[in-house]
């Protein structure tokens, strides 16, 4: 694993004339990377124990509703996937720059996900409710991470039905339904997000 240098988890508290403030989070260096928050950091071990390519900020785009730069990218995923991080409870397609960029990608048969944190415990454990973190909202429909029949291919669909990843793998099935194969819990996913949830990134630990 990349050495990940030491960042206090804190914020900075920055004060307005109206008395409210605005916290921003400080940096967090990891796999030879200085992510803007400590969940864009969590967020990249996530995918790395998924066995998952990322791009950390490859690419910039000019929009007409302004500049914008995607979090990752993700190559192997979905012909070409663009995520933007986010905490849970953070609605975002308000944002006419993520609608726009969006619109974009999908013209370009890509996707664009907003992924709210990490797959919870809830997440992985029970019924997921569209709210849920670790539900990757998309402008139509939110998705899920999930697992292809055969375990070897990760991908991100609606309502985690695995059935429709691409799977190159020879051998690999789909359910008997051949439209579903639910596995937004699959083992894979829970143990990526729990090694997520774990890291440390103080003292030169690896994540």
């Not at 020879?170 to 143990?191: E, Q, V």
């Amino acid at each position: 694993m990349p050495q990940a240098v030491d960042m206090p988890l804190m914020l900075h508290a920055y004060p307005h004339s109206d008395n409210s403030v605005t916290l921003q989070a400080l940096e967090t260096r990891a796999y030879g990377h200085r992510f803007r928050s400590r969940l864009e950091a969590r967020y990249a071990v996530f995918l790395t124990e998924l066995g998952v390519r990322w791009q950390y900020e490859p690419e910039g785009f000019a929009l007409k509703a302004g500049p914008y730069l995607p979090d990752f990218f993700l190559p192997d995923v979905n012909g070409g996937t663009w995520l933007e991080i986010k905490p849970h409870g953070a609605g975002s397609f308000w944002d006419e720059r993520l609608m726009e960029f969006a619109q974009r990608v999908e013209s370009s048969n890509q996707s664009f996900f907003i992924a709210y944190g990490i797959p919870s415990r809830q997440f992985l454990e029970g019924w997921v409710e569209y709210e849920a973190e670790g539900i990757l909202d998309a402008i139509v429909d939110p998705h899920m991470w999930c697992i292809c029949r055969c375990g070897k291919t990760p991908g991100i669909q609606f309502d985690g039905r695995s059935d429709r990843i691409d799977c190159k793998h020879a051998g690999c099935t789909k359910s008997s339904h051949g439209d579903k194969g639910y596995s937004h819990n699959h083992w894979r996913i829970a143990l990526a997000a729990e090694a997520a949830r774990t890291a440390r990134f103080e003292h030169g630990e690896a994540p």
